[in-house]
């Protein structure tokens, strides 16, 4: 049975302090396997040319992005009125981060919530956002990648923590707390170099917005990396975002990769599962007024995912 998660209300039109405590004790009430947010740290006003939304010139940028919550502060808060589900990033830029405090961020919420937190990471890709507050520039954001696994493997590990890297350096000294269990990673990106670096370093691929047609072509090809670099291809999970900004049922024909209502998503949950997928998580806050649509939206979401997956 694929495993169901839903976004926390991170936008301003919510509040950030009630509609997530709300909205997480409901979610875990309902059912739901976990509970995920999201990283965007600023919007800028001039979106031409390569400020465009995902790196594609000109894109305009949602108005939702304004005003988005610190991620990892809305987890903790989630964390806190929750006991069971798990706590998902999908994603935290890990290149906007220094790497041994995001590690220690990500090691005290997991010791804090008995070992529940999913590390969705990815390398980002606004210039704008790197300008503002990227601790290395946007042409290293791969090699920040890796240093920054390096270093949350030493970090996450027994002490005395010893590591070394082009720009840190800790020789046996005593870092903590120590996450509840070793917390599982799971990193973005749909090319090659991408899919290559999950199969050496990363317990899952986190598959932003993927259509079911693209998960069953490329999760054959990432478990063959996997088996290629010695692992068992069996034990790399697939963990896809569903992106939604309107619940609105489509009458398109064909229709749209995930546009439409509850019901037309809960298809696509089944489709992906069909396709390989182990977890589906969808962003129900962004295409909801408030938080109590949000909660009854998710509670109808997973009904329906519940009767065909």
Same mark, same amino acid.
């Given at each position: 049975?694929?495993?169901? =998660?839903?976004?926390?209300?991170?936008?301003?039109?919510?509040?950030?302090?009630?509609?997530?405590?709300?909205?997480? *004790?409901?979610?875990? #009430?309902?059912?739901?396997?976990?509970?995920?947010?999201?990283?965007?740290?600023?919007?800028?006003?001039?979106? %031409? =040319?390569?400020?465009?939304?995902?790196?594609?010139?000109?894109?305009? @940028?949602?108005?939702?992005?304004?005003?988005?919550?610190?991620?990892?502060?809305?987890?903790?808060?989630?964390?806190?009125?929750?006991?069971?589900?798990?706590?998902?990033?999908?994603?935290?830029?890990?290149?906007?981060? $220094?790497?041994?405090?995001?590690?220690?961020?990500?090691? /005290?919420?997991?010791?804090?919530?008995?070992?529940?937190? $999913?590390?969705?990471?990815?390398?980002? @890709? %606004?210039?704008?956002?790197?300008?503002?507050?990227?601790?290395?520039? $946007?042409?290293?954001?791969?090699?920040?990648?890796?240093?920054?696994?390096?270093?949350?493997?030493?970090? @996450?590990?027994?002490?005395?923590? +010893?590591?070394?890297? %082009?720009?840190?350096?800790?020789?046996?000294?005593?870092?903590?707390?120590?996450?509840?269990?070793?917390?599982?990673?799971?990193?973005?990106?749909?090319?090659? *170099?991408?899919?290559?670096?999950?199969? *050496? *370093?990363?317990?899952?691929? $986190?598959? +932003?917005?993927?259509?079911?047609?693209?998960?069953?072509?490329?999760?054959?090809?990432?478990?063959?990396?996997?088996?290629?670099?010695?692992?068992?291809?069996?034990?790399?999970?697939?963990?896809?975002?569903?992106? /939604?900004?309107?619940? /609105?049922? +489509?009458?398109?024909?064909?229709?749209?990769?995930?546009?439409?209502?509850?019901?037309?998503?809960?298809?696509?949950?089944?489709?992906?599962? #069909?396709?390989?997928?182990?977890?589906?998580?969808?962003?129900?806050?962004?295409?909801?007024?408030?938080?109590?649509?949000?909660?009854?939206?998710?509670?109808?979401?997973?009904?329906?995912?519940?009767?065909?997956?």
């Amino acid at each position: 049975m694929v495993k169901l =998660g839903v976004n926390l209300p991170q936008y301003q039109h919510f509040d950030p302090g009630a509609d997530v405590v709300d909205a997480a *004790r409901a979610c875990e #009430e309902i059912g739901y396997d976990s509970l995920w947010v999201f990283e965007r740290v600023l919007v800028p006003e001039d979106q %031409s =040319g390569p400020h465009g939304l995902y790196d594609v010139p000109d894109l305009p @940028w949602p108005d939702r992005y304004r005003g988005v919550t610190d991620a990892l502060v809305t987890l903790s808060m989630a964390a806190a009125v929750t006991e069971r589900i798990a706590l998902g990033t999908g994603i935290l830029v890990v290149p906007l981060h $220094l790497p041994m405090r995001l590690a220690r961020q990500l090691a /005290t919420l997991d010791a804090a919530s008995g070992g529940r937190v $999913l590390a969705g990471l990815g390398t980002g @890709w %606004s210039i704008d956002e790197f300008a503002a507050t990227g601790a290395v520039p $946007l042409t290293e954001r791969g090699r920040a990648m890796d240093e920054f696994l390096d270093i949350a493997d030493a970090v @996450w590990g027994p002490n005395p923590v +010893s590591f070394t890297t %082009s720009r840190f350096r800790a020789d046996a000294v005593d870092i903590g707390p120590k996450p509840a269990r070793r917390i599982s990673v799971l990193l973005g990106g749909a090319g090659d *170099r991408a899919l290559r670096r999950v199969a *050496r *370093r990363a317990d899952g691929w $986190l598959a +932003s917005a993927a259509t079911p047609e693209l998960v069953a072509r490329r999760l054959p090809f990432l478990r063959r990396l996997a088996e290629e670099a010695g692992r068992d291809p069996a034990t790399v999970s697939c963990t896809v975002q569903i992106g /939604t900004m309107d619940l /609105t049922r +489509s009458t398109a024909t064909p229709r749209p990769p995930y546009a439409g209502d509850v019901r037309q998503l809960a298809e696509d949950v089944a489709a992906l599962a #069909e396709a390989g997928a182990d977890h589906v998580y969808v962003t129900l806050p962004a295409a909801t007024a408030n938080v109590k649509e949000l909660i009854d939206r998710a509670a109808e979401l997973h009904d329906r995912v519940r009767a065909i997956a």
